[in-house]
């Protein structure tokens, strides 16, 4: 009974704090003479944008400039997803190393930059990018085809019709290697043969879409940038926000990933470890076999977090003028006065994106979690 | 096995010269094989690449003593003169120059607070009356108004000192609240757990700036018409909300940890819901969960740097500010290192009390 009472009582304080929110607003909107609504999304949005993944000039619409703005979140979110948990995997590993300098080395790379503001970082690599290096006459040239200066860095493309070729040769190499990995598992559960698959995975990725491009006789052309005038012209261009706000991400998201890796790593128990070599299993094998499986049950929960994070930090891209959604957005309800409209849309994006990683990510460790009978 | 004699001693050995000394360090730890060597002769490349060039440019061909940019662009190392030239506003915002003294009595008080309650003696009602006392204090000598003090409005307040207050105001006001979201989060009434679930999971579900706008350009239009929160007090508010649904997720994993026979022995003992709470379960819940609580803390230290993207004058915006100075310009990277090192000091001796409390908490539970 008396829970009765309380959870009503609850209920009507939230209840009544959001009608007095809803109230005053309304009240003030009309105040104001601001209509509410998404009206405002087919409208002309009339400023450019820097970065645009898809068609988009300021003759567009307000709702297309906000999609472009998704789009970049989602592209340097997962870009940075990708190679923070390259980078973070391998000097989670080196602080375990046997070399007494690589574990020093790396553990002063993890505790100086997980103890920065992100946003700090951010501005110290962007100062760095647009203030300290050359300009595109004198680009710094570390790579053949690779330029980089103040303008960004350059990057040599391929291009022409073999690029389709290409693809579908890489994605039927998918299929099968994963056809290839099931059979193998069959295979070795009959029949005890241990078959090369990780080999022959190779193999597939390289040969198959080179053969059909070859087969194909399409044309396949680089396309590397070339100093014209003031600026580059040709290959793919990272803007210097792109390229501060990649940075940023990925070596203050790497820091954190380090950790987790390690723990994982020293989550499994030495005797696991020397159990497996009794076995007379090689080390790779111990470490894919014995190992992994185990420590990734660890890992996997707080990994997921920090993709989380990475997606959510990628806002701060607004301080460097990168246009993610937050900048577009903000450019939006400042010209539009639109401002409860535009955040709830900001919330909702990545409400929307949180959620996805978080169901994938809880499929996977459901996938590897322990059995237990 | 040759038997000893008895009474005599057996003359003692030195260990193998392969396993001790220096050299023999060097072998297992750097040149164990050919893989390990290759890494070390690489790193060692690289570090002397690296170090001698930073350690020139940080120190031996900074410049300290310059007066104007133009002596600083000579040289060409650092230039740590504009830091010496811009210490002032940097550190303290645009308070107004005379009394820039208020701001730094605070700031020693704050950060003295803060190492005091690292002192585990002081783990009781003190801490309580130490952080009343202190925040008072720190409220008086910076918007002063008594004891002879000018008036100073809370917009001109700025730097090192509003970045300690934006975090310890958050991290005092979140606890408590994140307390009664993670009891209410376990709670068997549904509606109050609904109520709690949806909150935690949607402030987690978005990034922090969001809600920093939201508390911009929103929460005006919350209020009735005439009422007005001033843009500080907005700011802090946003980033309490923020820190309280993540600490009720910490607590939470603590209150988990606690068996399910010390929450039914308390119940038959015969104390109330609350007394349950505070008497039984919080003390051990908390304990549990404190190293992960301080890593909140310096991750909520950290946050407050997003203040600058509303404007608020905390100690990177007055980085910012700083390097408009015309005269001034081209050495952000000088100030941004700077201001880096302040905080990385706070974050990182946080982090390293954490890691010896963790060692001296670790009273049984476990193995």
């Known amino acids: 009974m008396r829970a009765i009472i309380y959870q009503v009582i609850a209920l009507l304080a939230v209840g009544s704090a959001i009608w007095f929110l809803i109230h005053n607003t309304l009240n003030n909107l009309s105040a104001r003479n601001i209509s509410t609504g998404f009206g405002f999304l087919s409208k002309e949005a009339g400023f450019a944008i820097g970065e645009t993944p898809i068609e988009y000039s300021p003759a567009s619409t307000y709702a297309r400039a906000i999609t472009v703005g998704l789009l970049n979140t989602l592209r340097v979110a997962l870009i940075g997803i990708v190679l923070a948990t390259i980078l973070g995997t391998i000097i989670g590993i080196a602080r375990l190393s046997r070399n007494w300098l690589i574990r020093k080395i790396s553990s002063i790379y993890v505790e100086v930059m997980r103890n920065i503001p992100l946003l700090l970082q951010l501005f110290f690599w962007y100062a760095i990018i647009s203030e300290t290096l050359p300009g595109p006459r004198q680009a710094m040239h570390p790579l053949p085809g690779v330029f980089v200066s103040n303008r960004g860095i350059q990057m040599p493309t391929v291009q022409g019709e073999g690029l389709f070729w290409l693809f579908v040769g890489l994605a039927v190499a998918l299929v099968l290697i994963f056809g290839l990995f099931k059979w193998a598992r069959k295979n070795q559960e009959k029949t005890g043969q241990i078959f090369p698959s990780g080999r022959w995975s190779i193999a597939l990725l390289l040969l198959l879409p080179a053969g059909l491009w070859f087969f194909s006789g399409t044309s396949l052309s680089l396309d590397v940038p070339e100093l014209k005038g003031f600026n580059f012209a040709g290959g793919m261009t990272l803007s210097p926000e792109f390229a501060a706000l990649l940075l940023g991400l990925v070596i203050y998201t790497a820091a954190f990933i ?20 009794a076995l007379g299993l090689k080390r790779s094998h111990v470490l894919r076999l014995i190992v992994l499986p185990q420590a990734l ?22 301080a460097i003028g990168y246009p993610d959604i937050v900048s577009v957005i903000n450019t939006t309800l400042n010209q539009t006065g639109q401002a409860i409209e535009g955040i709830m849309m900001i919330m909702a994006a990545y409400l929307t994106v949180s959620l996805s990683i978080s169901v994938f990510m809880n499929w996977y460790n459901k996938r590897i979690a322990l059995v237990e009978r | 096995m040759s038997a000893a004699t ?53 120190f031996l061909s900074s410049n300290l003593s310059a007066t104007t940019a133009d002596q600083c662009r000579e040289s060409t190392g650092a230039c740590w003169a504009m830091i010496v030239e811009k210490h002032r506003i940097i550190l303290f915002g645009l308070y107004p120059y005379d009394e820039q003294w208020r701001p730094l009595i605070a700031t020693f008080l704050l950060v003295g607070a803060i190492i005091l309650s690292g002192w585990r003696v002081l783990w009781n009602m003190w801490l309580l009356v ?51 979201l993670a009891l209410g989060r376990r709670s068997d ?36 018409e005439g009422m007005n ?29 606690i068996p399910k026979g010390q929450f039914e022995g308390a119940e038959s003992l015969g104390l109330s819901y609350w007394q349950q709470m505070r008497l039984i379960v919080l003390p051990q819940a908390l304990k549990i969960v404190i190293p992960p609580l301080v890593g909140l803390f310096i991750a909520l230290f950290k946050d407050t740097s997003l203040v600058v993207i509303i404007g608020i004058f905390d100690l990177t915006q007055a980085a910012k500010v700083a390097l408009t100075d015309q005269a001034w310009r081209g050495f952000s990277v000088e100030v941004y290192i700077f201001i880096s090192a302040i905080y990385f000091v706070f974050c990182y001796s946080m982090s390293k009390y954490s890691q010896s409390l963790e060692k001296r908490l670790a009273t049984g539970h476990e193995r």
């Open chain 2, 229 to 257: 929160i001033d843009k500080l007090l907005r700011a802090q508010i946003a980033i309490i909300l923020f820190a309280a649904a993540y600490m009720a997720e910490t607590i939470r994993g603590g209150l988990q940890a």
């Open chain 2, 189 to 224: 009434m549904p509606a109050i757990k609904a109520i709690c679930v949806v909150y935690i999971e949607l402030v987690r579900g978005v990034p922090l700036i969001s809600l920093l706008f939201m508390s911009a350009v929103m929460l005006p239009l919350f209020l009735p």
């Open chain 2, 6 to 58: 008895p009474g005599v001693a057996i003359s003692t050995e030195k260990a193998p010269k392969s396993s001790v000394g220096v050299l023999a360090w060097m072998h297992g730890q750097l040149f164990s094989s050919p893989i390990n060597s290759l890494l070390t002769i690489l790193s060692v490349w690289l570090l002397l690449v690296s170090v001698p060039a930073m350690i020139d440019w940080l």
């Open chain 1, 258 to 277: 380090a950790e987790v890796v390690r723990s994982g790593i020293q989550s499994v128990n030495r005797g696991q470890w020397e159990a497996a070599e």
């Open chain 1, 297 to 318: 049950r660890v890992i996997v929960p707080p990994m997921t977090s920090q993709y989380l994070n990475i997606t959510k930090n990628s806002s701060l891209a607004v």
């Open chain 2, 130 to 180: 130490m952080w009343t006392v202190v925040l008072a204090t720190v409220a008086v000598f910076m918007w002063g108004g008594v004891f002879g003090l000018t008036y100073v409005e809370n917009s001109q307040w700025g730097g090192l000192p509003l970045t300690l207050i934006l975090s310890t105001f958050g991290i005092a006001l979140a606890f408590p609240l994140g307390i009664v």
